[in-house]
């Protein structure tokens, strides 16, 4: 079988191979020709021309082929032509072999990991959709999503201790706002007395405030020398002539009245504290 395409006695055409097998592919190139042959003139007698390109340089056009039909081919240009062969598919002698059944199909044994890892994934999505759960519930209820741990409050007499030397700090007697100094100052002692001895002062008299203390100093006194009685006692009066008699304390006993708060405060410090 030949396919026969016009051109010039000097051109060229060769296959890179000329054996192969039915459907397998070679490379038809042609050199030097005046017209060279189209995708449809090569594509003849069960070949096939699949594609082309041209290299300029050599003046060298180069055609994919393959072949459905076992055969020779013979392909011609010009004076020029090349034979092309093509063989079948090779016949399985089943002559040779034994018939056999058709092998049953094996199964592979579950391994330990096998099983772990799909246990492992089943977990991993039971926990991933309970936390996008709890996600949603939290924010739904306008509730943190996580849980920082809250720094553990200050002693009392930390507390007091730091507000008393803030309200120093201030120099509320010594801009003339008197009244407004002692008023703070004795409600900061109060407030500690709530929250050391559990004595409501804030809604106490000034002797009231004394003889709950003193009822809960004869319970709790620990046997030091210190007299808080005394020390709370000179406070308190000091500040309720500023308040009810509008006297003007001389400024040593505007400290002095500090003086008496601090001094308080550090009395009843429990001794298995340490002193911040």
């Given at each position: ?157 930390t507390r007091a201790l730091n507000a008393l030397e803030t309200l120093r700090r201030k120099q509320l007697w010594q801009q003339g706002a ?53 020390l709370l006692d000179g406070m308190l009066r000091t500040a309720d002539m500023v308040k009810f008699a509008k006297s003007e304390p001389l400024p040593y ?24």
């Amino acid at each position: 079988m030949a396919i026969v395409c016009p051109g010039p006695a000097m051109s060229q055409i060769a296959l890179d191979s000329t054996h192969i097998v039915i459907g397998n592919q070679t490379e038809l190139t042609v050199s030097h020709a005046n017209r060279y042959p189209t995708l449809e003139e090569l594509s003849q007698n069960s070949l096939v021309a699949l594609r082309q390109w041209f290299d300029t340089a050599s003046e060298t056009q180069h055609t994919l082929m393959t072949c459905f039909e076992p055969g020779e081919h013979w392909l011609r240009l010009g004076d020029d032509s090349v034979l092309l062969t093509v063989y079948d598919v090779a016949d399985v002698d089943t002559a040779s072999d034994e018939i056999r059944d058709i092998a049953d199909i094996e199964t592979v044994p579950l391994t330990f990991w096998d099983a772990a890892r799909w246990v492992l994934l089943a977990l991993i999505a039971v926990l991933l959709a309970a936390a996008a759960w709890y996600t949603v519930q939290r924010v739904r209820n306008r509730q943190p999503v996580v849980k920082l741990s809250a720094k553990p409050p200050l002693p009392p007499h930390t507390r007091a201790l730091n507000a008393l030397e803030t309200l120093r700090r201030k120099q509320l007697w010594q801009q003339g706002a008197v009244k407004d100094y002692h008023t703070e100052l004795t409600d900061i002692v109060r407030q500690y007395l709530e929250e050391r001895c559990g004595i409501t002062s804030s809604e106490m008299t000034s002797d009231q405030t004394l003889e709950a203390f003193a009822a809960w100093w004869g319970i709790h006194r620990d046997g030091s020398e210190s007299n808080p009685e005394e020390l709370l006692d000179g406070m308190l009066r000091t500040a309720d002539m500023v308040k009810f008699a509008k006297s003007e304390p001389l400024p040593y006993e505007h400290d002095r009245s500090m003086a008496q708060a601090i001094a308080l405060v550090e009395a009843l410090i429990p001794k298995n504290e340490v002193h911040e």
